[in-house]
């Protein structure tokens, strides 16, 4: 399992971000400072209000200190190609849904350590291990930023060659990140069984929760539907790929999915159930909001 947790993965992982790069150009980044309110609320709710929501859920319900603390790294992660995905699918704002994501991929090389080690210091207490916060901002670096800017500068360089890449690149990104999961599953079946209804119902609670929060904060400051949407899937769904990569980092063992990454890898199939569900509703919603909108101009 040495080369799963150590080649394998990270390189994976690189090439879901590079995907994800290609898609974007220096525009997307600009497009921050044109809509800062939509940023501000996507933001904090990513950065701040997702962990603290998740570090309350873990206050209520008791769960080993390994796997609370694997629920705790997924709340640091941010939102991915899935979350930009969903937001099409649910008629959001993709540019602001990729410029969230872009923004906080690239600041996750700073959070995820940090957090990490206040997160293991609280949840494994003696038992935690020795984190090199260094290290793991490097490999960070190494197998999200660097290749998101990398995909970035290529979409600038040859527009016309990602155009042509970009949809194989996506496909192959959701094949890996599906198979990363399903791979790590499958390999630690045992495990899973004897804590998926312990920590199932925590990773529901929390996708719900924050794709409650990330719409209603947005509402709340008055955005519109599509941006709402957007703001949603980026602080409701997250990159459970960095999840058990980050978890495997930090455990430095041959297990194939050591326990800090069990949460993210259920989360990774736990949050389709309720990322489809709030698909159908946010497009009822938009189908809705339109149809009064055209009464009212007609009337």
């Known amino acids: 399992m040495d080369i799963v947790i150590k080649l394998i993965l990270p390189l994976s992982l690189a090439f879901i971000m590079f995907s994800l790069g290609i898609t974007l150009t220096f525009q997307d980044f600009k497009r921050v400072a044109q809509m800062p309110r939509a940023f501000s609320v996507g933001m904090i709710g990513q950065l701040l209000v997702l962990p603290v929501i998740a570090f309350l859920i873990l206050q209520v319900v008791t769960l080993d200190p390994a796997l609370a603390f694997g629920v705790m790294l997924l709340s640091f992660a941010p939102g991915g190609a899935t979350s930009n995905m969903f937001t099409r699918f649910s008629g959001g704002s993709v540019a602001l849904s990729v410029s969230l994501t872009a923004i906080t991929s690239m600041l996750c090389v700073l959070t995820v350590p940090v957090f990490a080690v206040m997160a293991a210091d609280y949840f494994l207490g003696t038992a935690v291990p020795k984190i090199n916060v260094t290290s793991i901002a490097i490999s960070m670096t190494l197998i ?156």
């Open 144 to 299: 999200t930023a660097i290749p998101v800017a990398s995909g970035v500068a290529l979409n600038h360089i040859a527009p016309s060659f990602t155009a042509k890449i970009s949809k194989a690149a996506s496909v192959l990104a959701i094949f890996l990140f599906t198979l990363i999961v399903l791979g790590a599953i499958a390999i630690n079946w045992d495990v899973l069984v004897a804590n998926i209804f312990e920590l199932g119902p925590v990773l529901v609670l929390l996708n719900v929760i924050m794709l409650v929060v990330g719409y209603g904060s947005a509402k709340l400051i008055k955005l519109s539907h599509a941006d709402s949407i957007a703001i949603a899937t980026e602080v409701g769904i997250q990159n459970a790929t960095l999840g058990i990569t980050v978890g495997a980092l930090i455990a430095m063992s041959n297990e194939a999915l050591p326990p800090y990454s069990l949460a993210s890898a259920i989360y990774g199939i736990t949050m389709y159930g309720c990322a489809l569900l709030f698909v159908v509703w946010a497009r009822h919603k938009g189908r809705s909001e339109r149809a009064m909108r055209i009464q009212t101009e007609t009337s």
